[in-house]
């Protein structure tokens, strides 16, 4: 399976829906999908290395959504899947699931 199969599919929207929830429970309804990963030190306390793996991603996913050029490698699937962890962990220690 290549890296980028896992990565579009399941980590990349498990994190962005994760986040996105955190910011529902807070009474937010963001209109673009960025704003949920800009938000994550306020809705769940995460730091700057959550942040960034995040925004990697995003700026991979656009890449690949609307150029055609999504090019994964294994290591930001593993950061990724990590960072999804930590996000979800977050949100079940702040009672938001």
């Not at 700057?48 to 690949?64: S, Y």
């Amino acid at each position: 399976m290549s890296p980028s199969n896992p990565f579009d599919k399941l980590s990349y929207n498990a994190a962005h829906a994760l986040c996105l929830a955190a910011l529902r429970a807070k009474g937010y309804r963001p209109s673009n999908r960025y704003i949920v990963f800009q938000v994550l030190p306020h809705t769940l306390g995460l730091g700057p290395e959550v942040w960034r793996v995040l925004d990697l991603c995003h700026n991979r996913r656009n890449l690949g959504e609307y150029e055609g050029l999504l090019e994964i490698d294994e290591r930001l699937v593993t950061d990724l899947i990590a960072t999804t962890e930590r996000v979800s962990q977050a949100l079940q220690s702040a009672g938001l699931t």
